[in-house]
Structures are given as C-alpha cells and as structure tokens.
C-alpha cells in the first residue's frame, strides 16, 4: 500500500519561504505522477505541482508559478515543495498526491488514488 507524510508547514508571514517534503514510504511497482495539491474549507480541491516518472515537472497551477518549485529526490524517495514569496491566499492544507496521471492531481482525486495526511500552511500579513 503507498504510504505518504507530509511535512514543513506551519505559520508563516507574507512574503517568506518555506519548504514542504512528501516521503513516500512505499511507492507504486508502476508509473505514475506524484505531486502536491492544497485544500481551504469551502474552496475544494486546487492542484498546485506535479511531477511525472520521467521527472519533469509537468504541472504547476496559475496561481503558484513563478513562485514554487516542485523537486525530487528519488533516492529518498522524496518530494519537495519549495514555496517562496508566500501570500495570505496561499493559507492552506497542502497534500502529497500519488495518481496515474498529473491530470488527476490537477483535477481532482479518485479514491484508488494516494494521498498523505496533509499539512498546514497559514500565511499572515
């Protein structure tokens, strides 16, 4: 069974950074993309990076690029968010994502698709 952890959130204030790593303790035997998507009560779900087999980021949303950076590290089967320049609509619960396509973190999870616990970003002004 995939198993995700987040971790690196916290509060913060606008315009600072802040690092998010997703350690994937068991990963699919088959291709797949991995990425990051975030939540906000009452907003759904927003699909924020994603990266494919092959490593190339294929995926970052409007509202972060520029100002995000998707890496990994595949002999810590890690995967990194870098956020800089932080803004209070940043505030969110960000989550580590494993799904067949980078379509699916972007859209929308289904449930056969992977998923941490989530961590939490609170950006202040």
């Known amino acids: 069974q995939v198993q995700l952890v987040e971790s690196g959130g916290g509060p913060v204030q606008a315009g600072a950074s802040l690092r998010l790593a997703c350690k994937a303790i068991?990963?699919?035997?088959?291709?797949?993309?991995i990425g990051w998507f975030r939540q906000v009560p009452g907003k759904g779900h927003e699909g924020v990076s994603c990266?494919?087999?092959?490593?190339?980021?294929?995926y970052y949303s409007d509202a972060v690029r520029g100002r995000f950076t998707t890496a990994r590290d595949d002999a810590e089967n890690t995967i990194f968010l870098d956020m800089d320049n932080l803004k209070q609509e940043d505030t969110a619960t960000y989550f580590c994502a494993i799904a067949t396509q980078c379509a699916v973190i972007r859209r929308g999870l289904r449930p056969r698709d992977f998923w941490g616990q989530g961590t939490r970003v609170t950006v202040s002004s």
């Open positions: 068991v990963l699919p035997s088959e291709g797949y993309a």
């Open positions: 990266i494919t087999t092959g490593g190339g980021v294929a």
